[in-house]
């Protein structure tokens, strides 16, 4: 079965900080796929990153990293200097070949400034 | 392009009263899907199609009717609704299925009363 956890639900930080984003997945295939989706209050689904279970390398894009790590089943996303613009509601999926989407239930992420 | 368009954005119904929610994407996408998303619930696949003709159910297709007869359209179905069908609802296309990132329209924000 899949299953994808983000055990936070709601995080708070002021801008400039530092945040992480925990992506906790299940499942039995050898070949899936992880995804990053940002939900803005505006409420469109903005694909951020996809990610095949053969490719561990982090990746960096701008201010958004992301780590991948199948010893312990995780996808974190990692915000650097964090900015108002930023604040959104943060959905981790995992698929793999021929299944459906499983989103998580998302984390939602407030930056003050 | 357009990208995947849905109408309407927003609609009440009363209790027993039915509808469509129109989805329509101009990318050429085979595989079209519909979810609904509850407060903190994430994301959860009613219907999806894999290309004109075929269509499959998903995490939760009761009390909905899809049907895809071409492969820019796949209207959504509410027979009879209920207010636990109170939701927003998202279609979404992807041009080489679930391996892929989907690309999802605006939502349609539906209230059963």
């Known amino acids: 079965a899949q299953k994808v956890t983000q055990a936070q639900t709601e995080i708070s930080v002021v801008e400039k900080e530092d945040v992480t984003l925990d992506c906790v997945y299940e499942?039995?295939?050898?070949?899936?796929?992880l995804f990053w989706y940002k939900q803005p209050p505006s409420g469109e689904l903005v694909f951020l990153i996809r990610?095949?279970?053969?490719?561990?390398q982090n990746e960096i894009s701008g201010r958004y990293s992301w780590n991948f790590q199948k010893s312990t089943s995780s996808f974190n996303f990692t915000i650097t200097a964090s900015q108002v613009v930023d604040s959104a509601v943060y959905f981790c999926a995992l698929s793999a070949p021929g299944n459906q989407f499983y989103f998580g239930t998302g984390t939602s992420l407030t930056v003050i400034p | 392009n357009a990208g995947v368009t849905q109408t309407p954005k927003f609609r009440i119904l009363k209790i027993g009263q039915s509808m469509t929610l129109q989805c329509a994407q101009d990318m050429n996408h085979n595989y079209m899907y519909w979810y609904r998303q509850d407060p903190g619930m994430g994301l959860k696949l009613i219907y999806y199609s894999v290309g004109a003709g075929i269509t499959d159910k998903g995490e939760v297709p009761n009390g909905y009717n899809v049907s895809r007869s071409t492969t820019e359209d796949f209207p959504l179905r509410l027979e009879l609704a209920a207010p636990s069908q109170t939701s927003v609802y998202f279609c979404a296309s992807s041009g080489w299925g679930s391996s892929y990132e989907q690309y999802f329209g605006p939502g349609t924000r539906l209230t059963v009363t």
């Open positions: 990610r095949n279970s053969f490719d561990e």
């Open positions: 499942t039995r295939d050898t070949t899936y796929y």
